[in-house]
């Protein structure tokens, strides 16, 4: 018995024992933590109560706004209302998929998750107010990336204001809202709307490529134009607000602010009035018209037709009519100025005509035009049938004689005439501080080889020279290119590089000006430049010239036609030049898409500016009733 009690002592000894360390090394494990909690991981946590006590807010700024020259508004902020989803939580695939499901009625809602279930009625809600199906907003919620401070999504923008204080009175969720935001009006609707662009909200890619920069998922941003050109300069910085808040969320108090800077307001180089004019004048045909300082590259109008509201590209646009848009054979999403590709036609004659003379051709050396000219079996048409007789450089200017530009052009070394092409910035951009401008296209024997795998068609023959050299065959350039030729000559060789902005004003009314620039100098004699320039006073002045339709009482203006084949009946309309004549200061070109003969469509399109330029538009009570299209024999025909 003895023995049997001092076992049990024994055991009960080193249960004790046992229990005794257990308890200790929990308490350790407490003490441990506790040291981890309190004193290692102290900042941590105080930085969380922080966060749980206080929130930061971005303040948007202002967007600059978009003057002419002479302060006129073009582009303004006004208030918008749009639709947002706030505290927006992460949803997984697996959750989309479950939220997907309970639309189709496969799962039961009071099974699931409360976020879940938050997240179901919320979207409902949201497609009730918004007309949107319930996969959409879902779509929207599961696509779309938060707003990094206020973890806030957009699902619909520019509500109708009616609407809007509707909407706001039946929201009975806190997580959805109606929220003011600063929207964009441009004034005129349509006028410049090429130039002026429009802003829309970021899409995700841009996001992505420009979050390192300052913007935010639900920022504006410019899409065309101006507006995406300088966006950052119009844009402004965020400002932000530290709040104090209550266990609901409840603003108690402003800790700290930084107020936000308002972007740079953008002064252009056009004119309102005379845009306005020219885009009246223009209306519903496909054309383009170019205005600019010959001296300092400002551009002073800028006509891409039809022009489109601004207004509608940047709201909401329906799919009827947003199809209507895209479909047309008038093709008003393209900026026909910097990005449509044509060719010259006559216009280009100038570029031919100075290599020629570069080649130490004689001006005076005649070419008999008998209004065909034969080649290699193959028969090319002058401009007239049957012909214009002994042809020297003025005449075939004045006349615009093919027969000269076919002959001599296959007289003078090919690369010598590419090179003067290329001198005046022929295939290449010209550099405007708009976006989408194409480089166009100077055909070169190394070109076709890459362009045709064919060895019979790869082939650099004479009649690709021939073509080329009043502006024909694969030769393509945008009208801005055009222009610029006609500057390199008006202004003596020099190109300025084309702009359409004249200055900034920032916050503070700090005037930042834009300065003119060089483009580029051409390498050309002198002397054979002063040729080409008495020529160009031919086609309006001389007595069987071309471009009498600018024969004007009070400017002497130089230019040259063209009407340039293209694939459809009716040919291209083109005339390009300047004036004055003796101190040129504005040079221009002025086209139109199947306008036919070019002294008459573009001739008359380039009248109308030049005639509100000097203010003498309706003289008389006469009123020019717009652009007239004709069809007339071609007059710069290639091949019979």
Do not use: C
Request: proline share 4%.
């Amino acid at each position: 018995m003895n023995l049997k009690r001092e076992i049990d002592e024994e055991n009960e000894s080193k249960r004790y024992i046992s229990f005794i360390l257990i308890v200790a090394f929990i308490f350790s494990l407490l003490i441990i933590r506790l040291f981890y909690l309190q004193i290692l991981k102290e900042d941590y946590y105080k930085e969380k109560v922080i966060k749980n006590s206080f929130r930061e807010e971005i303040l948007k700024p202002t967007r600059g706004k978009i003057y002419d020259k002479n302060g006129e508004l073009l582009a303004d902020n006004r208030t918008g209302y749009k639709l947002v989803y706030k505290n927006t939580p992460e949803i997984s695939r697996k959750e989309r998929n479950i939220l997907s499901k309970l639309e189709d009625n496969e799962l039961n809602l009071e099974e699931q998750t409360n976020k879940i279930k938050v997240l179901y009625k919320d979207i409902l809600k949201i497609s009730e107010m918004t007309n949107l199906s319930y996969k959409k907003v879902l779509e929207i919620f599961y696509s779309k990336t938060p707003n990094r401070f206020t973890h806030e999504i957009i699902i619909e923008d520019d509500i109708d204001v009616k609407k809007a204080l509707i909407q706001a009175e039946n929201i009975d969720s806190e997580n959805i809202d109606i929220v003011e935001y600063s929207k964009r009006k441009y004034v005129e609707d349509d006028l410049a709307s090429h130039v002026v662009g429009y802003v829309k909200n970021i899409s995700d890619d841009e996001y992505e490529e420009l979050k390192d920069k300052g913007y935010a998922p639900d920022d504006l941003i410019g899409k065309k134009g101006i507006e995406k050109q300088y966006d950052l300069e119009l844009k402004g910085k965020e400002g932000q607000t530290l709040v104090e808040i209550d266990a609901k969320g409840n603003i108690i108090d402003i800790v700290n602010e930084l107020k936000p800077v308002k972007g740079n307001d953008v002064y252009l180089s056009i004119d309102k009035n005379i845009q306005k004019k020219m885009t009246e004048y223009m209306k519903d045909t496909s054309a383009t018209f170019i205005a600019m300082n010959v001296k300092t590259g400002k551009i002073i109008t800028f006509i891409s037709s039809p022009e489109i509201d601004s207004n509608k590209l940047s709201s909401k646009i329906n799919g009827k009519e947003w199809s209507e848009i895209v479909n047309s054979k008038m093709t008003p999403l393209l900026n026909k100025g910097i990005a449509g590709l044509y060719p010259p036609g006559s216009t280009f004659k100038p570029v031919t005509g100075l290599a020629i003379l570069e080649a130490n051709v004689s001006p005076d050396l005649e070419i008999l035009s008998t209004g065909r000219f034969e080649y290699g079996g193959v028969t090319f048409k002058d401009s007239h049938r049957l012909g214009h007789g002994l042809t020297n450089f003025n005449k075939a200017m004045e006349e615009s004689v093919n027969t000269y530009f076919y002959d001599l052009s296959l007289k003078i070394p090919r690369s010598d005439f590419l090179d003067v092409a290329s001198e005046f910035g022929v295939g290449k951009k010209t550099g405007i501080d708009i976006p989408g401008e194409n480089s166009g296209l100077l055909p070169t024997p190394e070109w076709k080889k890459r362009r045709f795998s064919n060895r019979k068609l790869n082939i650099w023959l004479p009649g690709d020279t021939i073509n080329m050299s009043i502006g024909q065959g694969y030769l393509l350039l945008t009208p801005i290119q055009v222009l610029m030729i006609y500057e390199a000559i008006a202004n003596n060789g020099v190109q300025m590089k084309p702009s359409l902005v004249s200055k900034f004003v920032d916050s503070n009314d700090k005037v930042i000006e834009i300065k003119p620039e060089v483009l580029r100098k051409l390498e050309i004699d002198s002397k054979n430049l002063e040729i080409l320039k008495k020529s160009l006073e031919l086609p309006v002045k001389g007595k069987h010239g071309t471009a009498h339709v600018l024969n004007l009482d009070y400017v002497d203006v130089s230019a040259k036609t063209g009407t340039a084949q293209n694939s459809n009946i009716n040919n291209h309309s083109w005339i390009a030049g300047y004036f004055p004549s003796k101190d040129p200061e504005v040079v221009f070109v002025s086209f139109v898409e199947e306008g036919g003969y070019g002294a008459i469509a573009a001739g008359r399109q380039a009248k109308k500016f030049i005639e509100e330029y000097y203010g003498k538009g309706n003289e008389n009570g006469k009123e020019d009733k717009g652009i007239q299209k004709a069809s007339k024999p071609n007059s710069d025909a290639k091949v019979e």
